[in-house]
């Protein structure tokens, strides 16, 4: 079975840096493209970043570029999200999503597995 599990999010103040970590196992992790969604209460999820197979391609949100970095190391089996100058707009939960296709996907419904989440909590 497929198993992506989420860490690192925290209760932050504005302006602060956190990376989430996304662990994965049950599937080829080299293959596959990975991206960070994020859901705030009363809004749609949204996609937050992506990368895809090798790293060689990433996309960013107009909410977090500039700010967010992701990164997939593929030696580890571990996905990361790399977030600076936090915002209380940030505060959500975030979800790691797997797709099994090895190129970038723009919409969740593309995504074949996900994490249960980790909340991120920025204080203003």
């Known amino acids: 079975q497929v198993l992506l599990v989420e860490s690192g999010g925290r209760l932050v103040q504005a302006g602060d840096s956190l990376t989430l970590s996304c662990a994965a196992s049950?599937?080829?992790?080299?293959?596959?493209?990975m991206g960070w969604f994020r859901q705030a209460p009363g809004k749609e999820r949204e996609l937050v970043a992506a990368?895809?197979?090798?790293?060689?391609?990433?996309y960013y949100s107009e909410f977090v570029k500039g700010r967010f970095t992701i990164t997939k190391d593929n030696a580890k089996n571990t996905l990361y999200l790399r977030m600076s100058s936090l915002k209380y707009e940030d505060t959500a939960v975030y979800y790691c999503?797997?797709?099994?296709?090895?190129?970038?996907?723009?919409?969740?419904?593309?995504?074949?597995?996900w994490g249960q989440g980790t909340q991120v909590t920025v204080s203003s």
């Open positions: 999503a797997a797709d099994s296709n090895p190129f970038i996907g723009l919409v969740g419904s593309k995504y074949d597995y």
């Open positions: 049950g599937l080829t992790f080299s293959s596959v493209s």
């Open positions: 990368i895809s197979w090798n790293g060689a391609n990433t």
